[in-house]
């Protein structure tokens, strides 16, 4: 989305000015305010968050708070739409820089995912109303609501194994998407084979680059989407550090490609790596296959473990990087003075149906 310009004078303010600005207004609003810090948010912003977590840990944080009329997310466009979702109406939820996207969720969107399933009802052998949708929560509000709406659900990289194996008790074969690699990963998780269970569907062909028999025979439709992030983590990295590093423990993200995460020791959600570590014994070894500040993060938290990354190039998620302090201060200021700013709003019809997916979710995978 569009983010215009900061103004010069918060364009030109030192981090110390910002941090000092911010707090005052967080002082002055009390509890009318909840900011909310995603992991991969840099320290200087996360520094100054009430709660931080992954995107769906965070919504529910915010879901918490009735009593708070705003709601600053420091994260990206999708879950400041998930928090409004689960939100009050009357609660305004904020992203201080609308340019804040997510590459993979952007990688799929309703035009695209309708023209798929438009596609998939000429296929022969393939009967829709036996494919349950499954978005991942890194996706758009309008796809949660097409879920919603078809009678599938919505999972995150800590439930999904439940949510598809749900899905698959529901019907035929699971349309997933946005992210490939999270839907290849559970459905290997759940004891599917790669190639002869699971085609990928590419928005960009017809019929997604598939056969109408590959189509049939599929039991996982895996939609042609990535982290930039995630899939940047190799095998070859993980060979080098376990060499560099003798008695190194491997984790990484099921956003990461399938060889990555079966050659690690082990594999799960920001939240599921953060508790490993924090669990693990005083001078354990780790190499981490997620976001740099995440990484860099538990490194200074956790001094008496070695704790790099598998990346030696760094990592950081750009588009999280977006969220700098001086437009954090620009938002919070403008609020103070009663100026709402970037104002993140699902529109009613699709915040009843993604809201219907977001429940199935939380029924599903109770
Ligand atoms: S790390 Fe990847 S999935 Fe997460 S917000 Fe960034 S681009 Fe999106």
Redesign the pocket.
């Given at each position: 989305m569009y983010q215009a310009p900061l103004p010069q004078e918060y364009a030109d303010l030192t981090i110390e000015e910002a941090d000092a600005r911010i707090e005052n207004v967080k002082r002055a609003m009390g509890s009318r305010l909840v900011i909310l810090g995603h992991h991969?948010q840099r320290d200087d912003v996360i520094k100054h968050a009430d709660y931080r977590g992954d995107s769906y840990k965070l919504a529910k944080d915010a879901s918490r708070h009735p009593e708070a009329e705003f709601i600053v997310f420091c994260?990206?466009h999708f879950m400041a739409e998930s928090a409004d979702i689960l939100t009050g109406d009357d609660q305004i939820v904020i992203l201080p820089n609308l340019a804040a996207g997510?590459?993979?969720?952007d990688m799929a969107n309703l035009f695209q995912v309708r023209n798929c399933w438009k596609q998939l009802e000429t296929v022969p052998g393939v009967d829709t109303t036996r494919i349950i949708p499954v978005t991942y929560i890194?996706s758009a509000a309008n796809l949660k609501a097409f879920v919603g709406e078809r009678g599938g659900t919505v999972c995150t990289s800590t439930n999904a194994p439940t949510a598809v194996a749900w899905a698959l008790d529901q019907g035929d074969k699971v349309l997933f998407f946005p992210?490939q690699h999270l839907g290849r990963n559970t459905g290997v998780k759940l004891g599917f084979d790669a190639e002869a269970d699971m085609c990928v569907w590419d928005p960009f062909k017809p019929l997604g680059g598939n056969t109408p028999e590959k189509l049939a025979a599929a039991k996982f439709i895996l939609w042609k989407g990535h982290?930039?992030?995630?899939q940047r983590f190799t095998v070859a990295q993980i060979e080098e550090t376990r060499a560099r590093i003798p008695g190194v423990q491997v984790v990484v993200h099921p956003?990461c490609e399938l060889d990555v995460v079966e050659a690690a020791d082990f594999n799960g959600s920001t939240e599921y790596i953060i508790k490993l570590i924090e669990s693990a014994e005083p001078g354990s070894k780790w190499a981490v296959g997620t976001?740099i500040n995440l990484v860099s993060r538990l490194s200074n938290e956790l001094p008496d473990r070695e704790i790099v990354c598998l990346d030696p190039l760094i990592c950081p998620?750009?588009?999280?990087y977006r969220i700098h302090p001086s437009f954090l201060c620009w938002t919070l200021e403008n609020l103070a003075k009663g100026n709402v700013v970037n104002q993140v709003t699902v529109p009613p019809k699709v915040k009843h149906f993604a809201g219907v997916a977001l429940e199935r979710m939380l029924t599903v995978c109770a």
């Open positions: 991969y994260g990206v997510c590459s993979m969720a890194n992210d982290c930039s992030v995630h956003e976001e998620c750009s588009t999280m």
